[in-house]
């Protein structure tokens, strides 16, 4: 709104109100400077195409497409033309323990990765960046960022391989004489499990953003705290905390608007092993009941209500940093 | 990265041994978790049927390596067909993504382009409310969409993340350098080709680096949109190493040419690694520079 109130305020500064006196003659120059604007630009305009018609197909065609939510959706019939229901999909979803079940293990797991997950990329780069030798810390970056390009197929199966009932970690706990460990398809295990995983593939690769935060600390800040007598933990606790700060807020903020999503490759990847029961998150429900089930209204039902939801937790989370006097997402 | 100087400050106090002894220690764990798994999967691969089953299957150093499951992978059609389907796949996506992303951010980045503020307006609401699995799977097989490889693609033409970090990235050229090419008699197309690309090839090869991982590693939409024979590398790896399927059961080798099928899963996770193992280090420097540059300008 604001920016469509700033755009036609510089096109006003460029251009002095020719005719103050006749409105017609004005607003018409008004539609001349925009076609001006228009001709001018029109290569950067001509370039916008592509991907504008991107958007509008795949995210805004989807954004409608959400209509199947109160539909049944009758394959062939197509989406238009399959009755609506109202809100009947919604009230049985309500009422479908499958729905809470797995809607309790996407928060569980949820709050699991926002106390393990969260501040590992935050240790990882204060161990980093307390490196003296430059070399070994460039080494050491290198190794930690490349399991983020690995596919979550790869990482699974790595997984499997190392802590599997055959796999490295057990095999050296027999050979040693101890107690193997059941990991793999124990759905009790199942939680730590994912996390764990989840910590392997992204947590080096989350230091990035922290490094960058620690490197723009003003050094004459530390310098000065020495000085004053402030040892290595006062430091940390006084100048690098405070300093960081900001950036940590934002994380923060952008994961708690996403805490529905936990991952649906990882998860949709392993919830066989370990069955609905443990490893059904909101997204694996809609793929189950949508895809594989063709129960297409009610999982578009359950998505439009995950999506829903994640919306206004983005919203509500930048409400609160704002209160707070932190930066936020958007303004 | 090297903003900070490698010699200790004035002020800093000399570090306690204890202190350097672990950090030195924490820092060999950190490697040792990430590569330990990785040599696991290397040597797996390149072991001998006996060594794999005398030790329950796996094996951290093959004594006689051997080549025989990569020979038994490659012999059976599948993953070589489905490994040419990948390269293919990742070459054009990245080529497309790689093009509108540009062209997008490009524009979005000048000032005072015809409909550039609703347009930004418009792609930033989109990161409140991604688009649902149903409705974009609905949208693909409405439009005719399926079996096709055009499904891999159309629904993840542009990452918003990517096109911010370019369009940071172009706002940071100086506007200076824009008016001389604009003096010269340059239009917006040329200024792109001229003077914004070949300043721009830190964040282009990040960007791309990311478009084409995330190609190359996609397999959800794989599994949803095409045949069976139709399968690029890492769905094919999902259903024969996840999966739980045997390679030997599947068609995969050539009958008679049996390797333990530990060997010919982990041949099949390498050759699906290896070439982000490859391009990993050529890119690896930018990250810093073209991501943060990028995102922090806007």
């Known amino acids: ?331 | 990265m090297s903003s900070q100087s490698p010699v200790r400050p004035a002020w800093m106090e000399r570090p306690r041994p204890l202190t350097k002894a672990a950090k030195g220690v924490a820092v060999i764990i950190v490697l040792a978790l990430v590569l330990i798994p990785f040599l696991v999967i290397v040597s797996t691969s390149l072991a001998s049927n006996r060594e794999v089953v005398d030790n329950g299957g796996w094996v951290l150093w093959p004594t006689e390596p051997t080549l025989r499951a990569y020979r038994t992978v490659i012999s059976g059609g599948i993953v070589t067909k489905a490994l040419g389907v990948s390269v293919a796949l990742t070459a054009a996506g990245t080529l497309f993504s790689l093009a509108c992303t540009t062209f997008l951010a490009y524009a979005l980045a000048r000032p005072g382009v015809f409909g550039g503020k609703p347009v930004l307006l418009l792609i930033l609401f989109t990161f409140l409310f991604p688009p649902g699995m149903i409705p974009a799977f609905l949208l693909v097989k409405g439009m005719g969409l399926m079996d096709t490889y055009t499904a891999l693609i159309a629904p993840v033409l542009i990452n918003v993340f990517n096109l911010i970090v370019l369009r940071g990235f172009f706002q940071g050229i100086p506007e200076e350098l824009y008016e001389a090419a604009r003096l010269d008699g340059a239009n917006d197309w040329q200024i792109l080709w001229r003077v914004v690309l070949p300043l721009s090839k830190a964040a282009l090869a990040v960007v791309s680096l990311f478009y084409a991982v995330s190609y190359w590693n996609a397999w959800f939409h794989a599994s949803i949109y095409l045949e069976s024979g139709h399968w690029p590398l890492s769905q094919v790896l999902r259903t024969y190493v996840i999966g739980g399927s045997q390679i030997a059961d599947t068609g995969l080798s050539e009958a008679g040419q049996v390797s333990a099928p530990q060997t010919t899963q982990m041949a099949v996770l390498v050759i699906a690694t290896v070439p982000i193992l490859l391009v990993y280090p050529f890119l690896q420097k930018y990250f810093t520079k073209g991501v943060l540059t990028g995102a922090i300008k806007s």
């Not at chain 1, 604007?37 to 950067?44: E, G, I, N, S, Y």
């Not at chain 1, 009790?188 to 989350?206: F, T």
């Not at chain 1, 953003?209 to 003003?218: D, G, T």
Request: no cysteine.
């Open chain 1, 1 to 331: 709104m604001s920016a469509v109130t700033k755009d036609r305020a510089e096109i006003e500064a460029v251009t002095p109100p020719t005719e103050p006196t006749n409105g017609a003659i004005a607003s018409k120059s008004r539609r001349g400077e925009r076609w001006k604007r228009f001709h001018r630009t029109r290569v950067l305009v001509l370039l916008m195409v592509p991907g504008l018609v991107y958007f509008l197909v795949f995210h805004y065609g989807a954004f409608i497409a959400n209509a199947v939510a109160f539909k049944e959706y009758v394959p062939f019939d197509g989406l238009w033309a399959s009755p609506w229901v109202g809100t009947e999909n919604f009230s049985r979803m309500f009422g479908d323990p499958d729905f809470w079940h797995a809607t309790w293990n996407t928060l569980f797991i949820a709050v699991l990765q926002l106390v393990f997950f969260f501040p590992a990329p935050l240790a990882l780069a204060l161990l980093l960046h307390s490196l003296s030798s430059d070399l070994l810390r460039r080494f050491t970056q290198s190794v930690i960022y490349l399991p983020h390009f690995l596919s979550w197929v790869v990482v699974v199966a790595l997984f499997q391989q190392v802590l599997g009932d055959t796999g490295l970690l057990n095999a050296t706990l027999s050979d040693a004489g101890l107690h193997t460990v059941d990991i793999i398809g124990n759905p009790d295990a199942y939680k730590p499990l994912v996390v764990l995983e989840v910590i392997w593939k992204d947590a080096g690769w989350g230091t990035i953003i922290f490094l960058a935060a620690l490197m723009q600390v003003n050094e004459q800040l530390y310098e000065a705290a020495a000085i004053d007598g402030a040892g290595p933990w006062r430091r940390f606790w006084h100048v690098t905390l405070p300093s960081i700060r900001p950036i940590v807020i934002l994380l923060l903020i952008m994961r708690l608007g996403d805490i529905l999503s936990v991952g649906f490759e990882q998860m949709l990847l392993q919830r066989q092993s370990v069955g609905p029961e443990a490893g059904e998150v909101l997204d694996t429900f809609v793929f189950w009941q949508g895809i594989v089930g063709g129960d297409t209204g009610y999982a578009a039902a359950a998505g439009l209500f995950k999506g829903v939801v994640g919306a206004a937790l983005v919203f509500t989370a930048n409400r609160v940093a704002h209160r707070l006097g932190e930066q936020g997402v958007y303004k």
